[in-house]
């Protein structure tokens, strides 16, 4: 089935309390918002880390991880706007020239099939549009795979809960449709990476997520600063010179310490361009539209919750549709059909007849064309189980590409230290002979080795000389299939 590039607006129902959810990694957030004239209340909130993935473990077992955290929170409430990790989601930026509706959405589709890597038909597609002079339209098209939504709402309907929005946090957190983020490069600071969004004219014009920017070192998030100043160049260059010239303000949104660093890097590198770079800790004034409680935390979770009462409609929405009973009733029961009910039923009878027969008639001819194949059917299958016996002797994730890259990381940049023989046995076990200019640049490789998710047993075997010195390491590495 094709998508529908129509996006026609999804109509929300009217709540006066919901469950804000924000999924960052194995961090989950949550608040509990009640809405009551024109003012929000904080009835709950809580914060835990998942030790199930929602994408590749059962759902019934994350659903009820998640539904334990709700119950120890005091939490009832069932229904829940999600904000999505911004990994999950691709993007697609284009340019619509002056056009009619239903061109613009054939144009979009073509765009569409011939942007995104994977099948549009598998993605889970909306939209952002921000004006352009001559009536052009700048257009962001963001897609998450179907079968993730599918997993998040079999694990939610496990934990006992019903969504009612799934949406990405920076984007609520920065609304494009305020006035305040007409030209607004904001960055939200993670788990394990930094998010960025890119507003302008009302509208979103460039969204990705920076992943491994944030570490973790000894329990302590450890951000790259010089990494997402970068990475936020190379963004903010990709634009369209007209989309580029509306940005003026650069926005970050994380924890107090991670935000001022990160800041702090990006003014060496944009204020001189006339870019204000600004942390954010709370709402501003007016904002979402109603009333705030005092202790109103600044987090996705409570912006999400907070803007779904508001009945402000998200940036990007990616609840897949789902029609109620009514609707699907009376799509197959129009007025004009109520008047022939009873030849309908007789023609509905008349086709399930047929229909046996004809089940009857191709049963009888699939079992003849069985007879004449079943001798190659065999052939085949005899074949299929030799692939089978001899498939595990190939392994297509590359594990000697993955401990060979984990290594040349660990080595510094300045060439201190470098490698003259690595020997791989049996998979996981590492061998690697070189030089280095002196002890301390071999400890440095050693720490950044000893650091590195799976790798064990790290041993230094022998040395000689000092300046230079021969080195021979040993350990092992228990995370090489990865992609």
């Known amino acids: 089935m094709k998508p529908d590039f129509k996006f026609k607006p999804r109509r929300q129902q009217k709540l006066s309390a919901v469950l804000g959810l924000a999924l960052d990694g194995s961090r989950l957030e949550g608040v509990v918002l009640r809405r009551t ?45 999600v904000g999505l990790p911004l990994k999950w989601a691709l993007t ?48 962001l098209l963001a897609g998450i795979p179907s079968a993730h939504l599918a997993a998040l709402e079999q694990v939610l309907a496990a934990a006992k809960l019903k969504p009612v929005g799934f949406g990405l946090g920076l984007c ?16 939200a600071i993670g788990e394990t990476g930094v998010d ?37 160049r190379i963004s ?3 634009l369209a010179d007209e989309l580029r010239g509306a940005v003026k303000r650069i926005r970050i949104f994380g924890p107090a310490a991670l935000a001022r660093r990160l800041a702090d890097e990006l003014e060496l590198r944009f204020e001189p361009l006339g870019l204000k770079v600004e942390t954010v800790a709370g709402f501003a004034p007016g904002e979402p539209g109603l009333q705030l409680p005092a202790d109103a935390p600044f987090t996705a979770a409570f912006c999400l919750a907070a803007r779904r009462l ?15 009973l009514i609707e699907v009733f009376v799509a197959k029961y129009s007025s004009g059909r109520l008047r022939t009910a009873g030849a309908a039923g007789a023609a509905v009878v008349f086709l399930i007849s047929a229909l046996f027969l004809y089940q009857q008639v191709q049963l009888w001819s699939l079992r003849s064309q069985w007879a004449r194949m079943a001798v190659r059917v065999g052939e085949l299958q005899s074949v299929q189980d030799r692939i089978r016996q001899f498939r595990p002797w190939y392994d297509g994730t590359f594990p000697n590409l993955a401990i060979l890259r984990q290594l040349s990381l660990s080595f510094t940049e300045d060439g201190a230290v470098t490698a003259k023989n690595i020997e791989i046995r049996d998979g996981n076990t590492i061998t690697c002979a070189g030089t280095a200019h002196d002890v301390q640049a071999l400890l440095a490789v050693e720490k950044n080795l000893a650091a590195v998710p799976g790798v064990t047993g790290l041993h230094h075997e022998q040395s000689r000389g000092k300046s230079p010195m021969q080195f021979v390491l040993t350990f092992h590495y228990n995370n090489g299939g990865g992609q």
């Open 310 to 324: 508001a009945e402000q409609p998200p940036a990007f929405e990616f609840l897949p549709p789902k029609p109620n």
């Open 196 to 232: 960025l969004q890119i507003s302008a004219g009302g509208g979103v014009v460039a969204l990705r997520s920076v992943e491994g920017a944030v570490e973790n070192l000894n329990g302590q998030p450890v951000l790259q600063a010089e990494m997402v100043a970068r990475e936020v």
């Open 236 to 238: 903010y260059g990709q």
């Open 172 to 187: 609520a957190l920065q609304p494009p449709a305020a006035d305040a983020s007409h030209g607004v490069l904001a960055l």
């Open 37 to 81: 004239n024109g003012s929000l209340a904080l009835v709950r909130q809580f914060s835990a880390r998942l030790t199930l993935d929602p994408l590749t473990a059962a759902p019934e077992l994350v659903g009820r991880e998640i539904r334990n955290q709700l119950d120890a929170a005091g939490i009832r409430e069932r229904h829940c706007v």
């Open 92 to 139: 697609l930026a284009t340019e619509l020239p002056p056009l009619a509706e239903a061109d613009a959405a054939d144009l979009l589709q073509v765009e569409a099939e011939r942007g995104f890597h994977s099948d549009v038909a598998t993605l889970q597609l909306a939209q952002s549009r921000s004006p352009l002079a001559g009536d052009r339209q700048s257009v």
